[in-house]
């Protein structure tokens, strides 16, 4: 597996962990229901130029290189609605060193540091750390098919868990901010009809066994 290194422009704005100040960090995905870092602020946000989409191949957390998973990155254009956390200045460092190593480990991610709109009373703009894909790494997945990213939601299974569940909790923590995101909800309501299925097989299966056929 290669890992190809962020542009040297992009690594110029990684956030500085040794940086005086409060540290606001972008959670689009997972982070926004399961951050693992202490905050001071949880606020709802907005980023203009970018958009959440499932084009990141899980090769760990959520998948394995023999039967990929599919997480989500920032990718190019649009606008993506997420949750922005403010970290005290004294857990700077520990929490950047925390998302480093929770969202770094094939290095498929730009850490980059971009203008963000907190979507509060006060509506003010603040710098927050985000993680974009790199487009030219091998885990970059691109616009996948319905049916393709149904697939590989459906096998994936890492470190973390199994790739259905993080799907369907991020479209749980958007239903939550009042956001519906057509591509994301049309997979979710995929997979609960397979969770249906499923269960109605297990069903079936249990009342022949209990009452088989005369």
């Given at each position: 597996m290669r890992a190809i290194e962020p542009r040297t422009a992009a690594?110029?704005?990684?956030?500085?962990?040794?940086?005086?100040?409060?540290?606001?960090?972008?959670?689009?995905?997972?982070?926004?229901?399961?951050?693992?870092?202490?905050?001071?602020?949880?606020?709802?946000?907005?980023?203009?130029?970018?958009?959440?989409?499932?084009?990141?191949?899980?090769?760990?957390?959520?998948?394995?290189?023999?039967?990929?998973?599919?997480?989500?990155?920032?990718?190019?254009?649009?606008?993506?609605?997420?949750i922005a956390f403010r970290v005290a200045a004294a857990d700077r460092a520990a929490t950047v060193a925390y998302l480093r190593a929770r969202e770094q480990v094939t290095s498929v991610y730009v850490e980059t540091v971009r203008r963000i709109e907190l979507e509060d009373e006060t509506r003010r703009p603040v710098r927050a750390l985000c993680f974009i894909v790199d487009r030219g790494h091998v885990q970059y997945a691109g616009r996948l098919t319905l049916a393709e990213r149904l697939h590989h939601?459906?096998?994936?299974?890492?470190?973390s868990g199994n790739n259905r569940d993080y799907v369907l909790q991020t479209v749980g923590a958007l239903e939550a901010l009042g956001y519906r995101e057509t591509d994301l909800h049309r997979l979710a309501e995929k997979l609960n009809s397979g969770i249906a299925t499923e269960e109605s097989c297990i069903r079936n299966q249990a009342s022949r066994e209990r009452f088989p056929d005369p």
């Amino acid at each position: 597996m290669r890992a190809i290194e962020p542009r040297t422009a992009a690594r110029r704005r990684r956030a500085d962990e040794s940086e005086a100040g409060d540290l606001w960090v972008f959670g689009y995905g997972s982070l926004m229901w399961q951050p693992g870092f202490d905050f001071l602020e949880r606020v709802p946000a907005r980023l203009v130029g970018l958009h959440r989409a499932l084009c990141v191949y899980s090769f760990v957390h959520r998948g394995t290189p023999e039967r990929p998973g599919l997480v989500l990155g920032l990718d190019r254009g649009g606008t993506c609605r997420g949750i922005a956390f403010r970290v005290a200045a004294a857990d700077r460092a520990a929490t950047v060193a925390y998302l480093r190593a929770r969202e770094q480990v094939t290095s498929v991610y730009v850490e980059t540091v971009r203008r963000i709109e907190l979507e509060d009373e006060t509506r003010r703009p603040v710098r927050a750390l985000c993680f974009i894909v790199d487009r030219g790494h091998v885990q970059y997945a691109g616009r996948l098919t319905l049916a393709e990213r149904l697939h590989h939601v459906r096998q994936g299974h890492g470190r973390s868990g199994n790739n259905r569940d993080y799907v369907l909790q991020t479209v749980g923590a958007l239903e939550a901010l009042g956001y519906r995101e057509t591509d994301l909800h049309r997979l979710a309501e995929k997979l609960n009809s397979g969770i249906a299925t499923e269960e109605s097989c297990i069903r079936n299966q249990a009342s022949r066994e209990r009452f088989p056929d005369p």
